[in-house]
């Protein structure tokens, strides 16, 4: 039977609250966190510049500013963080390019972002709120847990 923090057994085998997590357990499911938040942004903003590739045959700073609610000064800054990381090439008063790197690590968003929609639509989330929830999740879901929800929604889904 689990023992909560408090020291309380839990009922039908279950902790009445939290089960304690050995320390070096706990920190790696931090540091997973923080690394998938680190690169969360970067991983949007590929993402999208793929896809406005992709659709309109080029991205531009100000139609990224729009599709993410930001300013066009945010997307200068984050776009030049990008170039300095390499996933991004610039000319001046040109459009935004993709290099090999960020299209692979575009693509690789892209597939998460559609594993986790096509998860939480099987489930019953409505399309809207899967959109919106796959937005945050595709960043911080483990390898094993997308596989599972890949296997979830290959088989025909749990509705």
């Known amino acids: 039977m689990a023992v ?12 009445a609250f939290t089960t304690l997590v050995a320390p ?6 931090h540091r997973q966190t923080r690394r998938a ?31 993410l609610g930001v300013t066009p ?14 996933l991004v090439a610039t000319k001046p008063y040109r459009a935004i390019f993709l290099t090999d ?3 692979r690590i575009a693509d690789k968003s892209k597939r998460r972002h559609q594993v986790v929609f096509e998860f939480l639509r099987a489930i ?15 960043h911080h879901v483990s390898t094993e847990t997308l596989a599972a929800f890949q296997r979830v929604t290959k088989k025909g889904g749990v509705r």
């Open 37 to 67: 938040r680190s690169t969360e942004i970067a991983e949007d903003y590929v993402e999208l510049i793929a896809e406005l590739i992709d659709s309109n045959g080029e991205a531009r700073a100000v139609e990224i500013a729009r599709r």
């Open 73 to 86: 000064a945010s997307v200068a800054k984050m776009v030049a963080r990008l170039q300095s990381t390499g």
């Open 4 to 15: 909560d923090a408090g020291g309380r057994k839990g009922s039908r085998g279950r902790a």
């Open 24 to 29: 070096e357990d706990q920190a790696s499911h």
């Open 124 to 138: 019953g989330v409505s399309e809207e709120a899967a959109r919106a929830d796959a937005e945050g999740i595709e």
């Open 101 to 103: 790197e960020g299209r």
